[in-house]
């Protein structure tokens, strides 16, 4: 079967490969990225949200020092249309990678997220849930365009180059989407001083 090659999707795969993560702009367009942020916000205000806990639903610790953000989970099968079209772009970049990667995803779980002014997510790695399954984090900021570096709300990814520890700094543009290896990546969201909305996802084996 021949596969069409996919410019975008042949560089997040290349940046993963090369350095286990990968920064896309524009993966999401202005117009889908309001369309998004308008819907997490009204099922926000419906008071759908619930605050993030630690650990897997058989660990269900609520611990604000750790992480204080407030969630809600996407059902695919009963999307409305806004989320039916974010899942529509992801599962493209999941086909091409099953097609193209032998990664062997067959599982993903996508939430909502917004950060209220304050509040963070102290550094750790996506596999403490107790889920070895998931193989890759995804992240979506759905912010607004003027987003500034002062708010705060910074994604920082922990790389090893050379035995050596670096920071890399991901500012919660709106439209960025940032993937990287759940099981091997310690990462952790900065102090926001403003809302910080986002869609957060994990691909997974088995
Ligand atoms: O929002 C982000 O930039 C990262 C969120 C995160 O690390 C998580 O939800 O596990
Ligand atoms: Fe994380």
Redesign the pocket.
């Given at each position: 079967m021949e596969i069409l090659e996919n410019v975008l999707y042949e560089k997040i795969i290349s940046d993963l490969l090369e350095k286990k993560y990968s920064v896309v702009e524009d993966f999401f367009d202005l117009a889908e990225v309001l369309q998004l942020r308008n819907s997490l916000l009204g099922k926000y205000e419906e008071d759908n949200f619930k605050k993030a806990a630690i650990g897997n639903r058989t660990n269900e610790i609520i611990a604000k020092s750790i992480r204080g953000d407030f969630i809600l989970w996407l059902n695919e099968a009963q999307a409305e249309e806004t989320e039916k079209a974010f899942f529509t772009k992801i599962n493209d970049f999941v086909d091409y990678l099953n097609k193209t990667c032998f990664l062997g995803i067959l599982h993903k779980e996508f939430h909502y997220?917004l950060y209220p002014e304050g509040t963070f997510?102290k550094r750790?790695l996506?596999t403490f849930q107790n889920d070895d399954r998931r193989k890759l984090?995804l992240?979506c900021y759905l912010n607004e365009q003027d987003w500034q570096p002062e708010y705060g709300g910074e994604?920082v990814i922990y790389t090893n180059e050379d035995g050596k520890e670096v920071e890399k700094v991901i500012y919660?543009f709106p439209g960025r989407v940032?993937i990287f290896e759940s099981q091997v990546l310690e990462?952790e969201?900065k102090p926001v001083k403003t809302e910080r909305l986002?869609i957060?996802g994990w691909l997974k084996t088995r």
């Amino acid at each position: 079967m021949e596969i069409l090659e996919n410019v975008l999707y042949e560089k997040i795969i290349s940046d993963l490969l090369e350095k286990k993560y990968s920064v896309v702009e524009d993966f999401f367009d202005l117009a889908e990225v309001l369309q998004l942020r308008n819907s997490l916000l009204g099922k926000y205000e419906e008071d759908n949200f619930k605050k993030a806990a630690i650990g897997n639903r058989t660990n269900e610790i609520i611990a604000k020092s750790i992480r204080g953000d407030f969630i809600l989970w996407l059902n695919e099968a009963q999307a409305e249309e806004t989320e039916k079209a974010f899942f529509t772009k992801i599962n493209d970049f999941v086909d091409y990678l099953n097609k193209t990667c032998f990664l062997g995803i067959l599982h993903k779980e996508f939430h909502y997220a917004l950060y209220p002014e304050g509040t963070f997510y102290k550094r750790h790695l996506d596999t403490f849930q107790n889920d070895d399954r998931r193989k890759l984090s995804l992240v979506c900021y759905l912010n607004e365009q003027d987003w500034q570096p002062e708010y705060g709300g910074e994604l920082v990814i922990y790389t090893n180059e050379d035995g050596k520890e670096v920071e890399k700094v991901i500012y919660p543009f709106p439209g960025r989407v940032v993937i990287f290896e759940s099981q091997v990546l310690e990462h952790e969201v900065k102090p926001v001083k403003t809302e910080r909305l986002s869609i957060t996802g994990w691909l997974k084996t088995r």
